[in-house]
């Protein structure tokens, strides 16, 4: 059966703010919490947000070729790239990016003495500031949802990875299974935001959490605009019950 592409919401729209101003509202966002975005996601995901980065770091490891440069776009606070750094080889090197300043200073000051990527950058993922075919590998993990254009995210990540290069999107979705759906709805919607305010002191960005998640696509829509951006060989694989996926594609050669 073809799947739908189409979209009637192509990129995050939190509550009240249009589509010009959703990429300002949501670094101010994440720039109001970075200094309790871990804490707080360790805690509201029970740490599985920890062994989801990890599963998606280890599929890269295995995957990307002996010498490559990628890219972990969106990367906040840095755990998925410090899972790709202490996996990957010396000739494997990772940089990461992300348009909030005050993720990337907590990012920062994880660094310490474990492996690290070879460099944070500020950058805006609609627009990035690489040449056409730089990586051979990017990779987001819980980012791509908030993009204010995923069409045009994608087709950026196209452009950036030489052809044959792999995209990785680990992202939330709305669990298929009915039941495990209904209690998921009732954490999410009515205990996440309560238990986020407690322990950031913000009430918005946990309300924004699950509305950006049952606005946005299932993961066969995602695998459409995938295609839809020059990505072949699309895949994905649930987790938890398909609370989260991995989403896999090739840019086209
Ligand atoms: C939910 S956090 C995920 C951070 C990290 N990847 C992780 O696994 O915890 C989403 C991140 O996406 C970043 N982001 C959203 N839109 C962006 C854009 N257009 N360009 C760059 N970063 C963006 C935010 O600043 C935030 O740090």
């Keep these: 059966m073809p799947v739908s592409v189409h979209s009637p919401d192509p990129g995050t729209r939190p509550e009240g703010v249009d589509a010009v101003d959703a990429p300002r509202h949501v670094r101010d966002m994440f720039n109001a919490v970075a200094h309790r975005y871990d804490r707080a996601n360790h805690l509201l995901s029970l740490s599985t947000d920890m062994y989801w980065r990890r599963v998606t770091a280890r599929r890269i490891a295995r995957e990307l ?27 494997q090197r990772v940089w990461s990016a ?9 990012a920062g000051k994880k660094s310490g003495s474990r492996p690290a990527p070879r460099g944070w950058l500020e950058a805006d993922a609609l627009r990035l500031p690489f040449p056409a075919a730089r990586f ?9 949802r908030n993009l204010g254009d995923y069409g045009a995210g994608l087709r950026e990540f196209a452009r950036i990875l030489r052809p044959g290069g792999r995209l990785y999107i680990l992202e939330f979705f709305r669990p298929a299974v009915p039941v495990f759906a209904g209690i998921y709805e009732w954490y999410f919607s009515r205990i ?12 918005a960005p946990y309300q924004y959490l699950p509305r ?8 066969a829509e995602l ?23 991995l989403h896999t594609g090739i840019a086209r050669r």
């Design 65 to 91: 070729p002996p010498s490559a440069d990628l890219l972990d776009i969106c990367c906040g606070t840095g755990d998925l790239s410090f899972a790709l750094a202490s996996r990957l080889r010396p000739s």
């Design 98 to 106: 992300d348009f909030s300043h005050a993720m990337l200073l907590e």
């Design 136 to 144: 051979d590998a990017v990779a987001t993990s819980y980012g791509f």
């Design 192 to 203: 996440l935001p309560r238990l986020g305010h407690w322990l950031t002191g913000r009430l």
């Design 212 to 219: 950006s998640v049952a606005h946005f696509a299932t993961p």
């Design 223 to 245: 695998a459409g605009w995938m295609r839809a951006a020059g990505f072949e060989r699309v895949e994905w694989r649930r987790l938890t019950g398909g609370i989260c996926a």
